[in-house]
């Protein structure tokens, strides 16, 4: 089933692009010619969720059953559209000469659901509250990029300031955000739901603004009734780009995804996040062009744990070896039964900066030359290795099938590392007790290249838990940060993922893609980087 | 009688802690940390991880933990707050015992009428047809596993015939709760049967019912009073013992339909280290073995005047 999933996001021009379709018939859109066109705006669909993890406070929801949800409460400044391009939301403009002071406009009007108007306290004051580690705030590392951050949040010790120094308001619709270091992408982090601004009321009790949140979303919240439902519906006065094309969506809790496809089949559930492995080769069939098969922005590796003696002082020709020696083609056929596309790169598809090709050969198949790179690089230590996955995230069988193409391409002994659940994959991760590779899946946080390639690979960053550290590649990440423009810095980052091959500090597998569905209720069901449908984008047809 | 329910409920307090402590810490044992796994593949900000450790107590020694978690529970019936959702336990077993109490007591109801019945009627007719076609049912009910079941009531009930809908989305409605407490009850079921049926066919030949036929009490009497109330004493035993069960141990069928009950929050809790979720669940559960096996004492005392308590 699905974990915690690292933190996703939307895109809000997937919708625009589905509105600029069906721009000439909001009223009647007659163009396929059955029974089924008629539309209902004001019809509400469900969608299958797990319960969320978490209350749903903005910057508290890592897992994705929680943000779904989130997401539809709240906007933020910022978006993206499907090619990861910024488009605005309740920011009319983010500004910067710097890279390192931003200036953002609020778009005027907005209110949230209780009719409070959005200012630029109402952004300030919820990002503070939400980096104060006495709030408890799951996501509150997001605001370590402000300056002040460390004031309010010391590693230790008490803090020094409530408020982070870098947040300045101008005026009722304008403030400004300083970084201690440049960031020529920061705008993008915006996009994503930590950085929602709160009503005031929010501040009165927080906990129970958390089970009946208030938010400045396309959608305004009805009922949350526990491991059963979360009920919301359209906002009508809101003035956002994504307006809602339907009149709210019902999050349905389901304990796994056999049961909602059964649901979904019998009509109970409108629309599905994922499909059980059990239904792949079938689902196609069952629900004909319904069925939806896409690539999205997240990327399975094998990692080395460069903490341990076998892989220390490691030549990266051998990982260039063990990487020719995985057949992906016929594993994401065979046993992934077509889920997932071979990778081609690090960064993964959906991405500003995605390249589908580095120019390098370590990503094809090719045991002979496998067997000659490892030789050049002096082998594998021990001649064998092993790669841990949690057992319960449906790992097992690709693991073997990579370690049985390993062994048979290069005679490299390999073999699974089973580790009972998620947590004790983790555990594991943390303690630095890996003994010799390990999985690891990155969905992405925003859709610029810096994401897949900073975040991971940067010795001091806070996703790299492999140990791996090289000071070139510190130096290029330094530079790409410096750039002065977004453009130039995403190039960079680019520069770096083509070098690299050179450094090898992870095997990358494959890029993921949504197996998903929706029944015949509904219409313009669309699907985000992140996996996730675009709700507000969904439209309902009439009984 | 009443001195030796006394003794029976004084009785269980030391198996409440011992049960308790052992559970709280096995939970600890594993390897995993309920607050780390909120954060993921991300590392998570080290004062956040600090203060949210500090407030559910996990910085503590177990044993510390564990007299905070008694004193709460015992005191003010504080079950703790769940970590990740900051609710407090109570409402998560407010939600779930309601749905798996009503599944229980439907599959029990099922059980005990069914199973029952198919044993008085294999065992009056013993080594006869009837008696071999019970037989091959309950074999049948003992060997196939749950799940698979499921999937074939599923398939034949909901997707053919489109009788019952495949899963539950309301667990008050009785129609949708059906099919899974058949399934659930399906394998006690066939123990039922096959113990009554034994007992029933011993009892047959013991020489009270010989005595009871000869002095002419009709048939009805002979059966429904002279040989079931001593048939029934294994049946009762086993019955007191699978309320537990059934109520705990629904954990596959709870997934199977999709229903959210006690077994799979248990499952969920434990998945994610929730110490204190699991061990408040289970401390009810708990509870709910100990006074059904007080229950099941009392009434051989009713089901057999020989058997007294002082």
């Known amino acids: ?543 | 009688m009443g001195r030796y329910v006394a003794r029976r409920l004084l009785q269980m307090i030391p198996v409440f802690f011992g049960t308790t402590l052992l559970i709280f810490l096995m939970v600890y044992a594993l390897p995993g940390d309920p607050v780390r796994g909120l954060f993921g593949d991300k590392a998570g900000s080290p004062q956040v991880i600090a203060s949210l450790r500090r407030e559910y107590g996990l910085d503590q020694p177990i044993l510390v933990q564990y007299y905070e978690y008694m004193k709460g529970m015992l005191l003010h019936a504080d079950f703790g707050t769940q970590i990740a959702s900051g609710r407090p336990v109570t409402d998560v077993l407010g939600d779930a015992f309601p749905v798996t109490l009503r599944l229980a007591s439907l599959a029990f109801a099922i059980e005990v009428v069914l199973g029952i019945s198919l044993g008085i009627v294999a065992g009056m007719r013993a080594g006869r047809l009837t008696d071999n076609v019970i037989l091959v049912v309950a074999l049948l009910f003992i060997s196939v596993p749950v799940f698979v079941l499921g999937y074939i009531l599923k398939v034949v009930f909901a997707f053919q015939l489109n009788w019952l809908p495949p899963n539950v989305n309301d667990p008050s409605n009785i129609n949708e709760l059906l099919m899974p407490a058949l399934v659930l009850a399906a394998a006690s079921l066939a123990y039922v049967t096959r113990l009554t049926r034994t007992s029933i066919a011993e009892n047959l030949r013991a020489d009270y019912i010989r005595t009871a036929i000869a002095k002419g009490l009709p048939r009805r009497r002979v059966v429904g009073v002279h040989l079931m109330r001593n048939s029934l004493i294994p049946v009762v035993t086993y019955l007191g013992i699978d309320i537990g069960a059934l109520m705990g141990g629904a954990v596959v069928t709870e997934g199977l339909f999709n229903i959210k009950g006690v077994g799979g929050t248990i499952y969920e809790s434990i998945v994610r280290r929730e110490g204190t979720t699991v061990v408040g669940l289970v401390t009810i559960l708990v509870i709910v073995y100990l006074l059904a096996s007080l229950l099941v004492d009392l009434l051989y005392a009713v089901l057999d005047p020989r058997i007294r308590y002082a």
């Open chain 1, 1 to 543: 089933m699905r974990g915690a999933k690292s933190a996703k996001w939307v895109a809000i021009a997937a919708v625009v692009a589905l509105g600029a379709t069906a721009c000439g018939g909001g009223s009647g859109d007659s163009g396929s010619g059955d029974k089924s066109a008629a539309i209902d705006p004001n019809g509400k669909f469900s969608i299958e969720v797990g319960e969320p993890q978490n209350p749903l406070q903005p910057a508290n929801t890592m897992e994705s059953n929680g943000s779904i949800v989130t997401r539809a409460l709240f906007s933020t400044l910022v978006d993206y559209d499907k090619s990861g391009k910024i488009v605005m939301v309740n920011a009319d403009s983010v500004d910067t000469t710097d890279n390192k002071t931003f200036t953002v406009k609020l778009k005027k009007g907005w209110k949230f659901h209780d009719g409070t108007p959005v200012t630029a306290e109402s952004y300030v004051k919820a990002w503070n509250w939400a980096a104060t580690p006495a709030n408890k705030q799951t996501n509150s590392f997001w605001f370590a990029d402000i300056k002040g951050y460390s004031d309010v949040a010391p590693e230790s010790g008490k803090p020094k300031a409530t408020e982070m120094s870098g947040l300045k308001v101008v005026d009722d619709s304008t403030f400004t955000i300083e970084l201690t270091t440049a960031i020529p992408y920061f705008v993008y982090k915006l996009g994503y739901e930590v950085f929602s601004p709160l009503p005031e009321s929010f501040y009165k009790d927080p906990a129970a603004a958390g089970k009946k949140p208030i938010g400045n979303g396309p959608y305004k919240f009805v009922s949350w009734d526990n491991k059963k439902q979360i009920e919301v519906a359209r906002y009508d006065d809101y003035q956002g780009p994504n307006k809602a094309k339907n009149g709210g969506v019902i999050f349905k809790n389901y304990t796994n995804l056999e049961t909602a496809y059964e649901d979904l089949k019998s009509g109970n559930v409108d629309v599905l996040r994922q499909i059980a492995p059990k239904d792949l080769p079938v689902y196609k069939t069952d629900l004909g062009d319904r069925g939806v098969d896409m690539a999205y922005s997240a990327v399975q590796t094998i990692a080395p744990a460069f903490y341990t003696k076998q892989w220390k002082d490691i030549d990266p020709k051998v990982l260039q070896g063990l990487s020719m020696a995985i057949d992906r083609q016929t594993i994401t056929k065979t046993v992934l039964q077509g889920t997932r596309e071979p990778a081609t790169g690090w960064v993964a598809k959906g991405v500003l900066g995605y390249q589908d090709s580095l120019g390098s050969d370590i990503f094809t198949y090719n045991p002979t030359k496998a067997k000659q790179l490892i030789k050049e690089g002096g082998g594998v230590p021990k001649n064998a290795i092993s790669i841990q996955y949690n057992a319960d995230g449906g790992h097992k069988e690709w693991v073997a099938a990579v370690c049985n193409s390993i062994t048979k391409a290069t005679g490299v002994k390999c073999t699974g590392d089973s580790k009972a659940d998620f947590q004790a994959d983790l555990n594991a991760r943390d303690a630095q007790e890996v003994k010799s590779m390990y999985r690891s899946g990155w969905v992405l946080d925003y859709p610029f290249n810096a994401n897949f390639l900073r975040d991971l690979f940067g010795t001091k960053s806070s996703g790299n838990q492999s140990g791996f550290s090289n000071k070139e590649v510190d130096n290029l990440i330094a530079q790409a940060d410096a750039a002065k423009s977004q453009d130039e810095s995403m190039k960079l980052y680019q520069d770096l993922e083509k070098k690299l091959p050179n450094y090898m500090p992870s095997i990358p597998l494959w890029y993921y893609k949504v197996n998903a569905g929706y029944s015949e209720n509904v219409t313009g069901v669309a699907y985000a980087q992140d996996g996730d449908p675009v709700l507000t984008g969904v439209q309902v047809k009439k009984k």
